[in-house]
C-alpha cells in the first residue's frame, strides 16, 4: 500500500478508529493499528529528520483519544514529559486537533492528579506568553475531546494553542503541511525561549508563518547554538575541543 499524505491519514484514523476499537477486544496484531503506525512516519520525512515522530492507537487497551506526536529529540522522545507537538482525535472521532501540547505524566508524578490541571495550566500560560506569535494562526481555546478517561480528559489542560479541524471537512494536504511546519517553527521558538523552564532568552523568529524551510533549518542550528552557550560549563568543553567557532550547531541529530 502507498504511503499516504497527512489528509490521508488523518482521514483513515477517523474513518477506522471507532469500527476497529468496537469489533476488536484488543489493539494487539490489528491491521488498522499496523497500518496506522507505519504511516505515522511521514512525518519524519516531511520534517528532514529533524523530528522524531510517534502515535497510539491504544496498547493492552484502545485508546479513546489516538494521537500522533512530533518530537524534538533535544528536548524529549516521547508524550510523557516536555513540550511536544500533536495531532489528538475527538472521540467520536468528528474532530482533530493538531496542537502544541505538554508531557502530562511527568508533571502528574510531581504534582499528583489534584493539582495536576492547575500546573498544566500554569504551564501553557508560559508557553503562550513565551511564543505569542502562535496568535497568527492558532488559538489557545480549550480543546474539547469528549474522552471520558482520565488520560484523555488530561489531555486538553496540557494544550496551550492549537488549530481545529473538522474531519468531514478537512483542508487539503497543502494547508495542513502549512501548518504543520509553521506549528514545528514555532515549537522551536519555544524551545529556543525556554520551554517551560523558568529562563528566559531573547530569541526572535520573524516571519514564522512564511519563511521558507531552509530558514527554519538555519534557525533551529541557531537555537541550538543558543542552548549549548547558555550552559557555561558545556560551552567551554566544547571550546576547549572543537576551537573558539561553536560547532555543535553543526552537528547532526543522529550524531547528539
Known sequence: ?????????????????????????????????????????????????NYISNCSAGDGNWAHVPWIGIFDPEVTTGAQKGPYIVYLFSKDMKRVYLSQAQGVTEVKNEFKQKGLKGELLRRCSLIRSRVPEFKNKFTDTTINLNGTTTLAKNYEPAVAYSIEYQIDNLPNNSILE?????????????????????????????????????????????????????????AKKAKEILGTKCQGCELSFESI
Open 178 to 234: 502549512e501548518d504543520l511546519f509553521s506549528i514545528t517553527k514555532l515549537y522551536s521558538l519555544l524551545i529556543g525561549r525556554g520551554g517551560t523552564d523558568n529562563s528566559e532568552t531573547v530569541l526572535t523568529f520573524d516571519n514564522v508563518d512564511n519563511s521558507p524551510v531552509e530558514d527554519f533549518n538555519e534557525t533551529k542550528k541557531y537555537i541550538r547554538h543558543r542552548r549549548i552557550e547558555r550552559k557555561s560549563s558545556a
Open 1 to 49: 500500500m502507498s504511503q499516504k499524505n497527512i489528509r490521508e491519514l488523518l482521514t483513515f484514523v477517523a474513518e477506522n478508529h471507532l469500527f476497529e476499537s468496537r469489533t476488536i477486544k484488543i489493539p494487539a496484531g490489528n491491521v488498522y493499528k499496523k497500518v496506522f503506525e507505519d504511516n505515522s512516519k511521514i512525518f519524519d520525512e516531511l520534517l528532514d529528520n
